[in-house]
């Protein structure tokens, strides 16, 4: 299915009806070695979506998300705007870390406010009622994945540095199991000791992100690629039936057999 729309629409008509949803790789300094280290969540075996595999924190972007990107961000196209607003608040809804605001935010105040956001469903009100700013820019715009299938998430990913890391982080028990750090190398490798499961776009973008030493070489990288939708797709290699995806968009490895790969 040829399939044209750019990152900053909804998919067109006549498309297959896909779940805009939002993901945010959150980047700190590495407590050993050298690598960028990433915050990962497991989820929950019983999730209709990547059960069991480790993923970055995320969800389907809401209502009330769209109504608080329109007004915190009107300039921007809305499907690039309310995932913004929806990965901040699925991150403090999975993990207790409240990112992208104006001034620091304590630990005290970041688990009060999940345990309010979890009650209310809605960031809205949290920041009214800690007086936060949010600064959704800090979350650059990484990646765009989106099956051709009806009911796939269409997932924009954002990428944020949060520094030097001294943060609580605690896992959201509903959908997630166990919460970690670790580089994408150190990911990549858990996943091959059969430690993790990794689903086909949280692998090809674990190999993409091990080619960075820092941040910054994150940055340089979006700028290389522009982001655009990235559609995958099955083709024969040989004896083997492969998934792959178009080359272009700045991943190192673009495809492997379907046979190994974990779809969600």
């Not at 809605?122 to 600064?135: H, I, K, S, T």
Request: contains cysteine; glycine residues 8%; hydrophobic residues 45%.
């Amino acid at each position: 299915m040829q399939v044209t729309a750019p990152s900053d629409q909804p998919m067109p008509a006549g498309a297959p009806r896909v779940i805009p949803a939002a993901t945010v790789v959150i980047f700190r300094k590495p407590r050993l070695g050298t690598a960028p280290e990433l915050l990962m969540l497991q989820r929950s075996r019983e999730m209709r979506f990547a059960g069991g595999a480790a993923v970055f924190p995320g969800g389907r972007v809401d209502p009330a998300d769209r109504e608080l990107a329109r007004r915190l961000l009107p300039r921007e196209p809305e499907e690039i705007a309310a995932a913004r607003i929806a990965g901040i608040r699925e991150t403090l809804e999975e993990s207790g870390l409240m990112i992208a605001t104006r001034a620091p935010v304590s630990v005290t105040d970041a688990k009060a406010a999940r345990r309010m956001l979890l009650e209310i469903g809605e960031l809205a009100p949290v920041l009214d009622r800690f007086g936060w700013e949010l600064v959704p820019e800090h979350l650059t715009f990484y990646a765009h994945w989106c099956p051709l299938w009806e009911n796939a998430f269409d997932t924009r990913f954002f990428i944020t540095d949060i520094g030097t890391g001294e943060v609580d982080v605690m896992v959201d028990e509903t959908e997630n199991t166990h919460l970690f750090w670790t580089s994408a190398a150190g990911a990549l490798e858990m996943a091959e000791r059969g430690e993790i499961s990794v689903i086909f776009p949280t692998r090809r973008n674990l190999e993409r992100l091990a080619q960075y030493a820092s941040f910054a070489d994150a940055l340089a990288d979006v700028a290389t690629h522009p982001v655009s939708r990235v559609h995958s797709f099955t083709e024969q290699r040989g004896d083997s039936e492969w998934i792959a995806i178009p080359d272009g968009h700045g991943y190192p490895v673009l495809g492997q057999p379907k046979a190994t790969a974990q779809r969600g």
